[in-house]
């Protein structure tokens, strides 16, 4: 059961339009399994602990990825969070932006010998796939595998020498892995920013 903190008002189930009630009047969701208690006069009870603003901000978040609006969760974190809480309420919307900024440039794909490739994780275990049969063919000198054909964001064929589509893998892997570190760099500037004009300096850089 969702139960508003400041108004012990009590909801089955969450919404969007709930959500921006909440923000609108900055006020606070908790989330228990049973109903409020009541006193002797039959009144409900502010019996809410800690972990149950905690679990209603938990389910807020998880309502609003699962309708791919990350930025209404960070709204209601921000009008729920007190002075002190709101730098670290900032960081975790810095995060998410980091996140999804490095998510972005995983997936758009990478150029190589002037063809577009992707590059999403799907698109990796294939080529590590690839790589692997590739490999043992060497390693058992059967040299079976002449030509590896590949398809590009345009879905055109493109044909792969063995070692050139070593060096290709290889192009992919450094690609992660610089995307992944330059993430993880700007994820622990976050961490130890100071101050909210501290974060608008952290930028993801093209």
């Not at 921006?20 to 006069?41: C, G, P, T, V, Y």
């Not at 709101?86 to 490095?102: C, F, G, P, S, V």
């Not at 192009?171 to 101050?195: C, D, P, R």
Request: aromatic fraction near 8%; charge should be negative.
């Amino acid at each position: 059961m969702y139960i508003t903190k400041e108004t012990l008002g009590r909801y089955k189930d969450l919404t969007m339009d709930n959500i921006n009630s909440h923000i609108q009047r900055r006020h606070k969701l908790a989330f228990r399994e049973n109903d409020l208690n009541k006193d002797e006069n039959g009144e409900f009870i502010d019996d809410i602990t800690p972990q149950e603003i905690e679990n209603g901000t938990k389910a807020v978040k998880e309502h609003c990825l699962a309708n791919d609006n990350m930025n209404l969760y960070f709204e209601y974190l921000l009008a729920i969070s007190q002075e002190d809480e709101k730098l670290n309420a900032l960081k975790e919307k810095k995060k998410h932006e980091i996140q999804t900024k490095r998510d972005e440039a995983l997936e758009s794909g990478l150029v190589y010998n002037e063809h577009i490739f992707q590059t999403r994780e799907k698109d990796k275990l294939n080529i590590n796939g690839a790589v692997t049969n590739l490999m043992l063919d060497i390693q058992s000198k059967a040299n079976s595998i002449s030509e590896i054909i590949w398809i590009d964001i345009n879905d055109e064929k493109v044909t792969f020498t063995p070692q050139d589509f070593l060096k290709f893998a290889s192009m992919v892997a450094y690609h992660t892995q610089e995307i992944t570190f330059k993430a993880n760099i700007l994820k622990e500037s976050i961490e130890q920013a100071k101050s909210e004009q501290d974060l608008e300096a952290i930028v993801w850089e093209e």
